[in-house]
């Protein structure tokens, strides 16, 4: 399915285009941002290239993820993905700009993805791998109907060190019922 375009409470969510490099650099260019992420913060080379490998991926068919910008009405607010990972499941990741945090934003668009995932794309399973720390992003899981899994030990290198993640998930079966 290509191009797609999703509208959620406030936000849209709508294929990167190559002009989003610079205003992605809010989000992964930003070390109160990426602290969170399983990346370090990357420089507006590494931006251009990760816009234009969301741009070739967006095209390719069948396509292996969906990652999508998210757009409120003052423009770029950072990017929502499912990766499918196995037989109908994917993983949930998102990331929102520092100056738009506790907007409700990271949730709006993950709750668009995760409907579209289950609605137009028949997922039945969906996972979400959180550092242990970031509170606001373990409470978007929770507020998503996820399930806590458990712990997966030193699962990303980032900031020069090993993270855990926490695991949490939700069914299909789950999604509907809620």
């Known amino acids: 399915m290509y191009p797609v375009t999703l509208t959620g409470r406030v936000v849209t969510l709508r294929e990167f285009r190559e002009d989003d490099a610079a205003s992605s650099l809010a989000v992964i260019g930003d070390?109160?941002?990426t602290q969170w992420l399983s990346f370090d913060?990357?420089?507006p080379a590494e931006a251009d290239a990760m816009v234009r490998g969301a741009v070739a991926r967006a095209k390719r068919d069948p396509r292996d993820e969906y990652y999508l910008a998210i757009e409120v009405e003052r423009g770029f607010a950072g990017f929502?993905?499912?990766?499918f990972s196995g037989v109908e499941a994917a993983k949930l990741g998102y990331a929102v700009r520092a100056d738009q945090w506790g907007?409700?934003?990271a949730t709006d668009a993950a709750r668009t993805l995760v409907q579209f995932g289950f609605a137009a794309l028949g997922l039945h399973r969906i996972s979400a791998a959180?550092?242990?720390d970031n509170f606001a992003s373990i409470a978007v899981a929770k507020g998503l109907g996820m399930t806590y899994e458990g712990r997966i030990r030193d699962h990303v290198f980032t900031n020069a060190q090993w993270r855990d993640s926490l695991l949490y998930s939700v069914l299909e079966t789950e999604w509907l019922n809620a």
Do not use: C, F, T
């Not at 929502?80 to 990766?83: K, P, S």
């Open 130 to 132: 959180i550092g242990p």
């Open 41 to 43: 913060s990357r420089g």
């Open 31 to 33: 070390d109160r941002v």
């Open 80 to 83: 929502v993905r499912l990766g």
């Open 103 to 105: 907007k409700g934003l």
